[in-house]
């Protein structure tokens, strides 16, 4: 599993961190979508630079049990394509570090 970036929660209910692609490298917010009204609404924005480039959804794995934040993003620079992550531990990292996980679509 290809890390491809990193992010510390804080205490808003959110993430700030690093996308790091070879290619690219990007601040990132992750911020918790006050908006939403419905459930097919993301629980996430994901912010650079105060623009959207993507969305997150609390989800639940079925072999743990435990919450995961899924990522889906877009951006001019990622080409016609999204890119797809899960936030997860960061490994040796403290209860707040977590890696962005990237998860191929095919």
Do not use: C
């Not at 006050?34 to 650079?48: A, F, I, M, S």
């Not at 480039?53 to 990622?78: C, H, K, N, Q, T």
């Amino acid at each position: 599993m290809a890390s491809i970036g990193h992010v510390i929660a804080n205490s808003k209910g959110g993430f700030k961190g690093q996308l790091k692609t070879i290619t690219i490298t990007a601040d990132i917010e992750i911020v918790p979508n006050e908006q939403k009204t419905q459930d097919n609404q993301p629980d996430y924005r994901v912010l650079t630079d105060g623009i959207e480039i993507g969305a997150g959804w609390m989800r639940r794995s079925e072999a743990s049990g435990r919450d995961y934040v899924s990522l889906s993003l877009a951006a001019p620079e990622f080409g016609p394509r999204r890119l797809y992550a899960n936030l997860g531990r960061a490994p040796g990292g403290d209860e707040n570090s977590f890696a962005l996980i990237w998860n191929p679509a095919d």
